[in-house]
């Protein structure tokens, strides 16, 4: 059997060391100095205990006390003697070199561990059906549902967007709620518990609350049933006004300024801030959210949302960022809140823009206006989607050659704030990849299946509702071009480099491919993973969790697969001849020229509009003028 994890193992605390009794000796100066036990047989201590740290103190119940002998640095150049001052405690273990004081109301069924520094606050307990934030169904999306997604402490962006998926398969929610709920029960502690150099000060209330390692809490209104995963290097910051219940903190996450979370998710190193509300919403990797509002809203990495009035609900997104006063509304009429959407890798929407739900737009698009028609645009990524009163355009391919792209695919990676140690969330950072670039190949055929039966001679085509000027379908088969090009040469110059030229060995990679909220991967991959959680061949979260990364770590074989039938079908080629080869490579340089040129030609406009200052064009010009050094 499975042996159970203990409370030392998730927080480092000294909970299976040795205790004595008080002597009679230090019962006397605890007493002296205004301390008093309901019982002090029920008070042990470690050898080296002394009781001289320790003023107005009231004990309750099973306590266990480390050592007290160090300073405890309080701020920044200002230290005070570790001891219990002024603190109510109850079945409280406490280990070494703790301060503790000004406890307005108790401290009631946690563990603490070394080195922290917990004053002025009200209340801290552990009461009977404490979940600490895990093994709560929320809905995601659909915010009228059944819940599709499951918070615990190892969820990645990978598993959310594959539970949100596939959740109406019974089967697959009845095998992975069984699986997670299995992963819980092993590694859940009895009671709440405080991990080594915490710092919890100013703060109110904090119920069924495990807080990790060097996680600093200074002002919370309130924690209840949340699990907040810091760590020394990649630690968390819980600021002034705070209320979260139900959810989980990932690392290096920054939680500040009047925050209000219920039933959510923050993944690794993300930034709340600024008064931003959120209910049964999941935020992963590097997502920066203030001012605003989510409900039922699945934020994948790089989500961003800066501005008041900008309220993101029932979509699903990532690399995407929010224009003040964006708004998506998931209301069928009087039926309630009952439509969701995507929103595609890179997404873009403009100050004042409105999507009404279901919609689903294509990767790297941008929306600008009031988009009331529930457009799915998949098949035209890298779009301009505007509305102009009730008539709607779409410019296929423009974001291809923006400076806004160019800044982004380049900015992402930098900033990457994650620790190595606790990267959970899998992300490829691929602009072009099977999965866009497939967007792209059919978004290609569209243009000119519409050229074709149109005319030449026309001033527009209309495709689902929009309109698409004729020098915009133009452009639009240029810059696909251009991209499918710049794609296979790319991959094509590191199959030779990384030796895998050649005709692939597997057929795994071809066909669709998806985005799971980060991770790219085939659709053939993704169908396996799903049977085998059904048939009971991944039989923990763990292999789940592992088989992401085994389908990421071979990414590029599975890309060269894909790219190899491309590349055949692009060029009419029966196999890859080195001639083939040569062109291939020309065309790769000749695309990349084209598309700088093209991006060079966006950032001289911006920059005559007058709001770029000469340095900053100066600056990204010259960048631009070494993407030559990547053409070898």
């Given at each position: ?72 640095e ?47 606050i ?7 059906g ?43 929610k ?48 309130r ?10 290097d ?22 500040t ?68 006063n964006t ?81 982004d ?67 639009g ?19 030779v ?8 060995a ?90 700088i ?36």
């Amino acid at each position: 059997m499975r042996e159970k994890k203990t409370l030392l193992n998730q927080t480092q605390i000294h909970f299976m060391r040795t205790y004595r009794q008080l002597t009679e000796a230090e019962i006397q100066v605890l007493e002296n100095n205004s301390c008093w036990a309901e019982d002090w047989n029920r008070v042990h201590v470690a050898e080296d205990f002394s009781p001289y740290g320790f003023h107005r103190v009231i004990f309750y119940g099973d306590i266990q006390l480390g050592v007290f002998e160090k300073q405890v640095e309080v701020t920044k150049g200002f230290t005070k003697h570790a001891g219990i001052n002024d603190a109510t405690l109850r079945n409280v273990t406490v280990g070494d070199n703790c301060l503790i004081e000004k406890v307005g109301n108790f401290i009631n069924n946690y563990t603490i561990g070394d080195d922290c520094y917990i004053s002025n606050i009200s209340t801290m307990e552990t009461t009977e059906g404490a979940t600490f934030g895990e093994g709560h169904l929320i809905s995601v999306l659909n915010e009228m549902g059944d819940g599709n997604l499951i918070l615990f402490r190892d969820l990645n962006s990978q598993l959310a967007a594959f539970m949100v998926k596939y959740f109406s398969d019974k089967q697959l929610k009845d095998s992975i709620t069984r699986l997670i709920n299995e992963e819980i029960r092993f590694t859940q502690p009895e009671r709440g518990a405080i991990g080594n150099g915490v710092k919890i000060i100013n703060s109110k209330e904090i119920t069924n609350t495990v807080v990790r390692d060097d996680c600093e809490i200074n002002g919370a209104a309130r924690l209840s049933d949340c699990t907040i995963l810091s760590s020394k290097d990649d630690s968390v910051y819980i600021g002034t006004g705070v209320i979260c219940e139900n959810s989980i903190i990932c690392n290096g996450c920054s939680i500040t300024n009047s925050v209000k979370m219920q039933d959510c998710f923050v993944g690794e190193a993300c930034q709340i801030t600024n008064g931003f509300t959120a209910e049964a919403s999941v935020f992963f990797a590097n997502s920066y959210m203030a001012n605003g509002e989510a409900c039922a809203a699945f934020c994948g990495p790089f989500s961003a949302s800066h501005h008041k009035s900008s309220l993101l609900i029932g979509g699903e997104f990532s690399f995407y960022n929010a224009g003040s006063n964006t708004n998506f509304s998931n209301h069928a009429y009087k039926m309630g809140p009952l439509h969701y959407g995507t929103l595609e890798r890179g997404t873009k929407t403009a100050s004042g823009a409105y999507v009404l739900m279901p919609a689903k737009i294509g990767a790297f698009s941008v929306c600008f206006g009031k988009l009331m028609n529930h457009p799915d645009m998949r098949c035209l990524p890298f779009a301009y989607l505007m509305a102009y009163g009730e008539t709607m355009y779409i410019v296929p391919g423009r974001n291809i050659t923006t400076v806004g792209l160019y800044r982004d695919i380049k900015k992402w990676p930098k900033r990457d704030k994650r620790a190595a140690s606790s990267r959970k969330s899998i992300i490829n950072f691929d602009w072009l990849s099977p999965f866009t670039v497939g967007e792209i190949v059919q978004g290609k055929k569209i243009l000119e299946n519409l050229r074709q039966a149109g005319g030449t001679n026309v001033s527009s085509y209309n495709f689902q509702e929009y309109i698409i000027n004729t020098s915009s379908l133009k452009k639009g088969i240029k810059y696909y071009d251009i991209a499918l090009r710049i794609y296979m040469g790319a991959v094509l110059k590191r199959a030779v480099k990384g030796g895998f030229l050649g005709e692939p060995a597997s057929t795994v990679g071809q066909g669709q491919w998806n985005d799971l909220s980060g991770l790219l991967l085939p659709a053939s991959e993704e169908q396996r993973l799903l049977e085998d959680i059904k048939n009971g061949t991944l039989e923990s979260i763990g292999q789940v969790l592992a088989r992401f990364d085994e389908i990421n770590a071979h990414y590029r074989e599975y890309q060269w697969t894909w790219t190899y039938k491309l590349i055949l079908d692009y060029y009419g080629l029966d196999e890859l001849t080195e001639e083939a080869m040569q062109r291939i490579r020309e065309d790769y340089v000749r695309a990349r020229r084209a598309w700088i040129a093209e991006i060079r030609k966006d950032a001289q406009k911006e920059f005559e509009m007058g709001d770029v200052e000469q340095e900053v064009y100066d600056d990204f010009i010259s960048k631009l003028d070494h993407e030559i050094d990547y053409e070898d």
